[in-house]
């Protein structure tokens, strides 16, 4: 079980409560809201006299004992919040006593602040999260109930808040869509980062080797689907190989680039199995959705930039997609409005892995996502969550897509 460090926020008062919250998982990788419904008081004060902040260039050591000498347990970052449980004499002056996350161990106090300076870089530092408790809540534009209703949020998403204003939290739902929410229907929390285990690094490591070999074993698979499928057809031109999986440049092409696919889709969540599908073509469209779904999500947790290209440095959420579906060959178009226009329109109950939902507001098409199947979707969302997966629902979809014959 994993503690992550939260103010809860009392609506329409200014009190700060710190809670810790116990969490059993944070979900998907790269789903980086947090499970936020369980939590137990630590502090009903507002005191952070046993917080801590730490302040530190890049990361500190956390030791077994008061000194250099000890055990490495495991590392605590620049910012990230931990409970102080006691204040001891150790080498060369004062150390704290600290968990954070599930990590408990000794570190200086030099490298932590606490208290009123605590306080104050709270907001800067950590991150406030909104989460619905109301049932398909309203996103206004103004902080009124008389504003125009920019979509729907359903109960149990999670948001980044941004502001208050007039008994309404501002919420930032993706880069391009920001509204209000009464406060009624919504719980606030600040969720601070945590200091990680070595285990908790090494699996970390694990789990990003494992997506990019996963994207890898994708994209071979598909090669291979289409050299079966056209055995007497060099394919040679369109399956470029040798160059590494993870680059942002397209290696693979199986049709003109611009090219639309014309699709009717029968539903079905999830990877798609070889025994879903039958031969030939159909082996190849299974397999080009799994390729396209396991090569996004090996740059889950990667930066969202606004008006980026990049899949490592930082993208947009249509330079997202642009750059996935260019890499096999696939001519999107550059941002949602335009991919929405020139990809093929079915019916969102029809929608399978490697498909695109679209989000809007009104009907203004500025978001766009790929669907990973089970009801799930991987976006460049913005700039606190970055490259996340999301609830396909975490705001009502607007049209759905393909750029994929079946």
């Known amino acids: 079980m994993k503690s992550h460090y939260f103010i809860n926020k009392k609506a329409g008062r200014g009190l700060f409560i710190i809670t810790a919250a116990l969490s059993l998982s944070f979900g998907a990788p790269g789903n980086i809201f947090p499970d936020i419904e369980a939590y137990a008081d630590v502090s009903t004060t507002g005191d952070y006299t046993n917080i801590a902040i730490a302040r530190v260039t890049d990361y500190v050591n956390v030791r077994s004992e008061a000194n250099t000498d000890s055990e490495a347990l495991g590392k605590i970052y620049n910012n990230c919040a931990a409970s102080i449980l006691e204040t001891v004499e150790g080498e060369d002056g004062q150390w704290y006593h600290i968990?954070?996350?599930?990590?408990?161990?000794y570190i200086k106090a030099e490298y932590f602040i606490t208290g009123e300076e605590a306080e104050n870089i709270a907001s800067q530092v950590g991150t406030l999260y909104g989460t619905i408790t109301g049932s398909d809540l309203n996103l206004r534009q103004e902080p009124n109930t008389q504003s125009t209703v920019l979509t729907r949020l359903q109960t149990g998403e999670v948001y980044v808040i941004i502001g208050e204003q007039d008994g309404f939290y501002k919420v930032q739902v993706d880069s391009d869509l920001v509204g209000y929410i009464s406060k009624d229907y919504a719980t606030a929390k600040m969720v601070f980062k945590e200091a990680v285990t070595n285990s908790e690094e090494a699996a970390k490591k694990q789990e990003e080797e494992k997506l990019r070999q996963d994207a890898e074993d994708a994209v071979n698979r598909y090669k291979e689907a289409v050299i079966a499928a056209n055995p007497e057809k060099d394919n040679s031109a369109d399956l470029?190989?040798?160059?590494?999986?993870?680059?942002?440049?397209?290696?693979?092409?199986?049709?003109?680039?611009?090219?639309?696919?014309?699709?009717?889709?029968?539903?079905?969540?999830?990877?798609?199995?070889?025994?879903?599908?039958?031969?030939?073509?159909?082996q190849v469209t299974s397999a080009k959705r799994n390729a396209i779904v396991a090569y996004a999500k090996q740059f889950l947790g990667n930066p969202y930039v606004y008006g980026g290209t990049s899949l490592t440095g930082g993208a947009d959420c249509s330079g997202f997609v642009m750059k996935i579906f260019e890499y096999f060959g696939i001519d999107t178009g550059r941002d949602s409005r335009s991919q929405a226009a020139n990809c093929s329109k079915i019916d969102i109950n029809d929608i399978k892995p490697g498909d695109l939902l679209f989000y809007a507001s009104g009907d203004y098409i500025n978001h766009v996502?790929?669907?990973?199947?089970?009801?799930?979707?991987?976006?460049?969302?913005?700039?606190?969550?970055?490259?996340?997966?999301?609830?396909?629902?975490?705001r009502t979809p607007y049209m759905a897509g393909t750029f994929i014959s079946e």
């Open 99 to 105: 968990r954070s996350g599930e990590l408990e161990g």
């Open 240 to 282: 470029q190989t040798g160059a590494p999986v993870s680059t942002d440049a397209p290696v693979i092409s199986t049709k003109p680039a611009g090219e639309k696919d014309a699709s009717v889709i029968s539903g079905g969540p999830g990877v798609i199995s070889s025994g879903q599908a039958g031969s030939g073509e159909s």
């Open 369 to 394: 996502a790929i669907y990973i199947g089970d009801g799930k979707v991987i976006h460049a969302s913005n700039p606190s969550t970055g490259i996340c997966i999301a609830d396909a629902y975490y």
